[in-house]
């Protein structure tokens, strides 16, 4: 057994453990065993009874709210667990201090996440404050209501209804971000020559200050310049994109619905000759595993308001089916979208699409292989060996299935020999 983002182990009991309390109860909940070591061998509690009571103690005395959390004591091995439950009243603070868990560490929480525990606390969103700013225009809004929405009245109602005015608090950030003009950082564009993201940049474009939807139609625009390549490509997926293009927007739909715009950083849209990488700042929302957000089990979009509007404009699917819209664009292909998750960020990974010639159905060993083979970067066996979680033997009989296949192409011999499609 080992410590994780959920379990840590404690020999024995000193006050440290309350910055981990403060942390499992701001973030997801999790057990503090006591009378096992870092390396997680049990050495036992001498007294149970007491240990129990005085971690009780100082939970309640410490604590601010007292969390939930229980305490049992296993006879057997003489260790004691505490189990504290999520809370839905964040901040939970140890000495005017909030803690979030980093992996296996417990670190004190910046001013950006304690704003954003303070508001899960309170049940709300960083896009339902008052903006700061209440001189706000919104042409590019009502063009794209009266166009995509398909509504010819756009008036001050129609930002009521959608969620972006009340007449308490006068404009939310919600709707600043909609606005013609504000002071966010919407989305950072950048195309790479090559595939790595150290190769050189040979375009880049960053939209800031504008309505977000100018800034999504711009990246669309940059997005369709880099992929519609013309009719004479082989490997097109629709509308005579090498990516699916639905796929794109609702990649980068999602990435607005889902970003933490309490965080100065952009959407980052990184263009690869072979593929695409959306990422956005916040991770996964609270409650979404990584599987339900693949499956499109559940749809708990971190900014509703937001999506809500997105979705009005037919920019993005609101009912779960985003991601197997996503799926979906790839049928027939031999390469996957993929999302990578990461602590506090989140990145939707499209690739160029390979037809699969006469139906060819590959194992998910076989994708793997392939998917690290370029079709601009020639590599080799050991290369593509340190990407793959086996061996170079196993390699070398899968590239040369794929070489069968007419999957992926050799140049040279021996040593010498280099791998690309």
């Known amino acids: 057994m080992k410590e994780s983002k959920n379990l840590e182990f404690k020999r024995e009991l000193t006050n440290t453990f309350l910055k981990t309390v403060s942390a499992f109860a701001n973030d997801g909940g999790g ?12 050495v036992g509690v001498a007294n149970l009874k007491e240990t129990e009571l005085s971690i009780e103690q100082k939970i309640n005395d410490t604590i601010d709210p007292v969390p939930e959390f229980s305490i049992y004591s296993s006879e057997a091995d003489h260790t004691i ?33 304690m704003r954003r525990l303070y508001l899960a606390g309170s049940d709300l969103e960083y896009e339902e404050l008052p903006s700061r700013d209440q001189d706000l225009s919104f042409s590019v809004l009502e063009e794209h209501w009266k166009e995509k929405a398909r509504l010819p009245d756009f ?48 375009r880049r474009e960053r939209m800031e200050k504008i309505s977000v939807l100018s800034a999504y139609d711009r990246a669309v625009e940059l997005f369709l310049d880099v992929y519609r390549l013309g009719s004479g490509d082989s490997n097109l997926a629709q509308n ?15 990435a607005v619905a889902h970003r933490t715009w309490d965080n100065p950083s952009c959407i980052r849209v990184m263009m690869f000759p072979d593929r695409i990488e959306v990422m956005s700042e916040g991770g996964l929302p609270n409650g979404i595993s990584p599987e339900q957000f693949w499956d499109g089990d559940r749809c ?76 601009h970067i020639l590599r080799s066996i050991s290369d593509i ?11 070398t009989q899968i590239l040369h299935r794929l070489v069968d296949m007419g999957l992926v192409r050799i140049l040279g011999n021996g040593r010498g020999t280099k791998y690309y499609r």
């Not at 919600?174 to 919407?186: H, K, W």
């Open 31 to 42: 057990r503090v065993v006591f009378g096992i070591d870092d390396n997680g061998s049990v």
């Open 81 to 113: 667990t505490l189990e504290v439950l999520p809370g839905k009243d964040t901040p939970y603070l140890y000495k005017g201090k909030g803690y979030y868990r980093s992996g296996t560490s417990t670190v004190e929480a910046d001013r950006f996440r």
């Open 155 to 202: 008036s001050q109602g129609s930002l009521f209804s959608l969620g972006l005015y009340s007449n308490e608090d006068g404009y939310n950030n919600a709707a600043a971000i909609l606005a013609d003009t504000n002071r966010y950082y919407l989305i950072d564009v950048a195309c790479f020559a090559g595939t790595d993201i150290t190769s050189d940049v040979v």
């Open 240 to 254: 005579g994109c090498r990516i699916p293009e639905d796929a794109f927007r609702e990649a980068l739909a999602n």
């Open 300 to 375: 708990v979009p971190r900014n509703p308001v937001l999506a809500g509007v997105l979705s009005r404009l037919g920019m993005m699917e609101l009912l779960a089916t985003g991601m197997r819209k996503i799926r979906n664009a790839y049928r027939g292909s031999i390469v996957k979208p993929d999302v990578k998750y990461g602590e506090g960020f989140l990145t939707m990974i499209l690739p160029v699409v390979v037809n699969d010639p006469g139906n060819l159905t590959i194992s998910e060993e076989e994708r793997m292989v392939y998917n690290e083979v370029s079709p």
């Open 385 to 395: 060996t340190e990407q793959v979680p086996f061996g170079k033997t196993k390699v």
